[in-house]
């Protein structure tokens, strides 16, 4: 059989394609290309047969290959989409917590007897000072020699127990350089004492004078131990602390005046400072605490120094302003102990002191530098609120849901009630990031 007779019974490729042509399986079907191989007649038909069922054997499967439904593609676009947001909604969800703490509302009108250095059960109170100084130049008289002792004011503390210590007269405390100040009276350093649930130690705040007279005695804020105690358990329980720097202590010759320019010089120095009596504004009431109407008491001092010049002398005048205070979470503490019947040593606060009226007893009889005990009239309203810790609250709601969280408010006596909001409004779990939670507190006073 020649080539041309040969030829004449393959099948071609149109009878091979389906309709549509070649151009319609280009589309459809990757292009295989048979590539001719050197050889007999025989060889290359049956070459070309077996390329010819092979490739109607693939054209047959794929037409048989089912075809995905409309329904099933958009079911899968739209539960991707559902899956997007439910990612996006847990990324950016945000808690509120509204909680109502524990409150007690007290009508006040009681006379109250607080005291500088307080034992348990009672109302303590404190003082904060300012001074103003101003001078005048007078001509000196003359010299004298002087050996001055600095002193100073420090806190004593009493974490040893409950029960107070007296400490007498002349008792060293030893500073931290190894200086050693002496107290200049017997006195009873008060026990430890419950404040908010923990027991903090007793203290009082007392005068110090140096041992030894001269400047190397002057110091700034430093802590204070009782050599007397070195050898007992009590050495570390018993401390101090400076509430004022060490001052005054010095050992040479000083300008001096005579007593009629003294009186005179005074006189200056009173009329200036009198003006400044009333401007109490330099005068800072600590944060946390409360001061009132007629707990401001002034004192004046004067002191000779030496002038600028040979022959000089000036003389000092220190106008000191000095505030009765009280600390509010003391007073609010206070306040629990004695009016509310179910009280049991919580962390309290006042939520509005600004309701309660302090007024100070035989004022004139007061003598703010050394009494341990005044007496106060208070009147009006205080706010009492329990403490809630938000960031122990947060901890512990985390992991919860809107349904269940209520089971935690048990391990918070300090809570009423409290209830949620959760953005997005489908995500039910609270997140465990405490950031993502935000505690707001509904107080009565607000309403």
Same mark, same amino acid.
């Given at each position: 059989?020649?080539?041309?007779?040969?030829?004449?019974?393959?099948?071609?490729?149109?009878?091979?394609?389906?309709?549509?042509?070649?151009?319609?399986?280009?589309?459809?079907?990757?292009?295989?290309?048979?590539?001719?191989?050197?050889?007999?007649?025989?060889?290359?038909?049956?070459?070309?047969?077996?390329?010819?069922?092979?490739?109607?054997?693939?054209?047959?499967?794929?037409?048989?290959?089912?075809?995905?439904?409309?329904?099933?593609?958009?079911?899968?676009?739209?539960?991707?989409?559902?899956?997007?947001?439910?990612?996006?909604?847990?990324?950016?969800?945000?808690?509120?917590?509204?909680?109502?703490?524990?409150?007690?509302?007290?009508?006040?009108?009681?006379?109250?007897?607080?005291?500088?250095?307080?034992?348990?059960?009672?109302?303590?109170?404190?003082?904060?000072?300012?001074?103003?100084?101003?001078?005048?130049?007078?001509?000196?008289?003359?010299?004298?020699?002087?050996?001055?002792?600095?002193?100073?004011?420090?806190?004593?503390?009493?974490?040893?127990?409950?029960?107070?210590?007296?400490?007498?007269?002349?008792?060293?405390?030893?500073?931290?350089?190894?200086?050693?100040?002496?107290?200049?009276?017997?006195?009873?350093?008060?026990?430890?004492?419950?404040?908010?649930?923990?027991?903090?130690?007793?203290?009082?705040? %007392? !005068?110090?004078? &140096?041992?030894?007279?001269? *400047?190397?005695?002057?110091?700034? +804020? /430093?802590?204070?131990? =009782?050599?007397?105690?070195?050898?007992?358990?009590?050495?570390?329980?018993?401390?101090?602390?400076?509430?004022?720097?060490?001052?005054?202590?010095?050992?040479?010759?000083?300008?001096?005046?005579?007593?009629?320019?003294?009186?005179?010089?005074?006189?200056?120095?009173?009329?200036?400072?009198?003006?400044?009596?009333?401007?109490?504004?330099?005068?800072?009431?600590?944060?946390?605490?409360?001061?009132?109407?007629?707990?401001?008491?002034?004192?004046?001092?004067?002191? %000779? !120094?030496?002038? &600028?010049?040979?022959?000089? *002398?000036?003389?000092?005048?220190? +106008? /000191?302003?000095?505030? =009765?205070?009280?600390?509010?979470?003391?007073?609010?503490?206070?306040?629990?102990?004695?009016?509310?019947?179910?009280?049991?040593?919580?962390?309290?606060?006042?939520?509005?002191?600004?309701?309660?009226?302090?007024?100070?007893?035989?004022?004139?009889?007061?003598?703010?530098?050394?009494?341990?005990?005044?007496?106060?009239?208070?009147?009006?309203?205080?706010?009492?609120?329990?403490?809630?810790?938000?960031?122990?609250?947060?901890?512990?709601?985390?992991?919860?849901?809107?349904?269940?969280?209520?089971?935690?408010?048990?391990?918070?006596?300090?809570?009423?009630?409290?209830?949620?909001? =959760?953005?997005?409004?489908?995500?039910?779990?609270?997140?465990?990031?405490?950031?993502?939670?935000?505690?707001?507190?509904?107080?009565?006073?607000?309403?």
């Amino acid at each position: 059989m020649n080539e041309n007779s040969f030829n004449n019974h393959k099948k071609s490729l149109r009878e091979i394609l389906p309709k549509g042509g070649a151009r319609a399986y280009k589309r459809s079907t990757p292009v295989l290309q048979h590539v001719p191989l050197a050889g007999s007649e025989a060889e290359n038909d049956l070459i070309n047969r077996n390329y010819t069922e092979e490739l109607e054997t693939t054209l047959r499967d794929r037409r048989r290959m089912p075809k995905i439904p409309k329904y099933v593609i958009w079911a899968i676009g739209l539960l991707f989409v559902v899956l997007v947001i439910f990612i996006a909604g847990s990324f950016f969800t945000k808690v509120t917590a509204e909680i109502v703490p524990k409150q007690a509302r007290i009508n006040l009108s009681e006379s109250i007897t607080a005291s500088h250095s307080a034992a348990e059960g009672e109302l303590e109170f404190g003082t904060v000072s300012n001074v103003i100084t101003e001078e005048v130049v007078v001509k000196a008289s003359g010299t004298k020699e002087v050996e001055e002792k600095a002193s100073g004011e420090i806190t004593i503390y009493n974490d040893y127990s409950k029960d107070s210590q007296t400490l007498v007269a002349k008792t060293r405390f030893e500073a931290k350089n190894g200086k050693i100040y002496r107290i200049t009276q017997n006195i009873s350093v008060p026990g430890q004492k419950i404040e908010g649930g923990k027991t903090v130690p007793g203290s009082i705040t %007392v !005068k110090v004078v &140096a041992d030894q007279a001269g *400047a190397e005695y002057n110091a700034e +804020l /430093t802590d204070f131990t =009782i050599p007397g105690f070195r050898d007992s358990d009590r050495f570390d329980k018993f401390y101090a602390r400076s509430k004022t720097a060490m001052t005054g202590g010095m050992i040479g010759t000083v300008s001096d005046i005579s007593q009629s320019d003294r009186e005179d010089a005074e006189a200056t120095l009173k009329s200036k400072l009198a003006s400044k009596t009333k401007d109490t504004s330099s005068l800072q009431i600590p944060d946390g605490h409360i001061s009132f109407k007629d707990a401001i008491f002034t004192t004046t001092e004067f002191e %000779v !120094k030496n002038g &600028a010049k040979a022959g000089e *002398a000036k003389l000092v005048g220190k +106008l /000191t302003y000095t505030a =009765i205070v009280f600390n509010k979470i003391k007073l609010a503490t206070y306040l629990a102990e004695q009016r509310v019947s179910d009280y049991a040593d919580e962390a309290v606060f006042l939520s509005d002191s600004s309701k309660i009226n302090i007024s100070l007893q035989n004022r004139d009889q007061v003598d703010i530098s050394s009494d341990e005990q005044i007496e106060v009239k208070m009147t009006g309203t205080a706010f009492l609120v329990w403490t809630v810790n938000e960031d122990e609250f947060k901890q512990a709601i985390g992991g919860y849901n809107k349904g269940n969280f209520k089971l935690v408010i048990g391990d918070f006596p300090a809570i009423q009630s409290a209830k949620l909001k =959760i953005v997005p409004p489908w995500v039910r779990s609270i997140p465990n990031d405490p950031n993502k939670i935000e505690v707001k507190q509904i107080l009565a006073t607000e309403d």
